[in-house]
């Protein structure tokens, strides 16, 4: 039997509320299944540490997370600590050492749940947003001198290299040929940014000869919102670049329905360092306590843990028993427009996945 170590990191406000659910529908759906266990080990890291120790994470942050096979992260971000600091200081401290450089973000409608837009249900609206996740616009390098001066300048650099593109672009064409349509589109904005972003028009173009059974075309991202509200079903797969993903996906959640359904995957594909899995929401403080965050972002983000071990059976069962339990509008948290809670929510999908009806 496989046994899984897992790094849980539930960080602030409704972060720890959805990965205490998240462990608890793992260890069920591990029960149940029979075949592998999970060992989680719960790291206290966040903004009620860095008010303790004036840090988000220890120095030796990365060494203790390094043996692990996953990290399960919830959300981080306090009202009283600058969104910067959290930011910079947990997350992208994990995500940007352990060269987790693809982050994958599925959406889909989910059965009982239903789209903003109009006449759009499952069959039209089936993507996954690819997202660089390691330079770009988010390389932390720039600076800011004179602040508060009428002559204050400040900078962020956005850094492209070719390796990092050619790997991102690679990577999501490998997706797009695994994924029934083979169908992907490159977004960015080479028409008004004329340096990096025809540099991924260019090697797009060359990645593309790899895959000939793959159909691709190009999109710039102002045309690309517009596509996603008013054509969803002429798209598959995506791949944009670090800022302008992180846009689209969370876009992309709300037409699924909530950002309270939406997971990610933030992957080092060659398995060199552990991959981190989390709901694409963050704290959200203005529901912090409640017991009504939706933790079904948090279990879809759970079946991607699952199938990037290797369980993809149980990844599968576990997404069976969401979809079982979203089918159900009593059992939709408020953010779905319902007025079930977490806890209910969790029960009926470890009801599900043990084969009961609540
Ligand atoms: P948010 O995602 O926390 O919340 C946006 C809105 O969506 C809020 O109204 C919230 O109540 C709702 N929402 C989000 N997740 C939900 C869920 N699971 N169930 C029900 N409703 C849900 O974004 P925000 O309000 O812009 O930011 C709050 C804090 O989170 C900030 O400090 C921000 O920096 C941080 N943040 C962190 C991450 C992350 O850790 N990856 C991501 C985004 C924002
Ligand atoms: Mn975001």
Known sequence: MSQYRIAAIPGDGIGKEVIAAGIEVLDALAARNG??????????????????????MPSDGLEKLKP???????????PDVPD??????????????????????????LPGIQSPLRDVGAKDLDWVIVRENSEGEYSGVGGRVHKGLPIEVAQDVSIMTRPGV???????????????????????????QRHAMVMWDEIAEEIAAEFPDVT??????????????MKPGTLDTIVATNLHADILSDLAAALAGSLGIAPTANLNPEGTYPSMFEPIHGSAFDITGKGIAN????????????????????????????????ADPALHTPDLGG????????????????????
């Not at 719960?42 to 303790?52: I, M, N, R, T």
């Not at 992208?92 to 982050?103: R, S």
């Open 84 to 109: 910067h600091v959290t930011l910079w200081g947990l997350r992208l401290a994990i995500c940007q050492p352990f060269d987790q450089y693809a982050n994958v973000r599925p959406t889909r409608i």
């Open 216 to 229: 691709w075309d190009k999109m710039l991202v102002d045309a690309m919102t517009m596509r996603m509200t």
């Open 166 to 192: 050619e790997r991102i672009i690679r990577f999501a064409f490998k997706l797009a040929q695994s994924r029934p349509r083979k169908l992907l589109t490159v977004v960015t904005k080479s028409n008004a």
């Open 35 to 56: 075949g592998f266990s999970f060992e989680f080990e719960s790291f206290d890291w966040g903004s009620d540490y860095y008010k303790k120790h004036g840090v988000m």
């Open 339 to 358: 007025t079930s809670t977490t806890r209910r929510v969790t029960d009926a999908v470890i009801a599900a996945v043990q084969g009961r009806n609540t």
């Open 295 to 326: 933790p079904v972002g948090t279990f879809w983000t759970g079946a991607m843990m699952l199938d990037h071990l290797g369980e993809r059976e149980a990844a599968a069962q576990l997404m069976r028993a969401v979809e079982m339990v979203t």
């Open 68 to 78: 692990f096979d996953a990290i399960y992260f919830g959300a981080v971000g306090a």
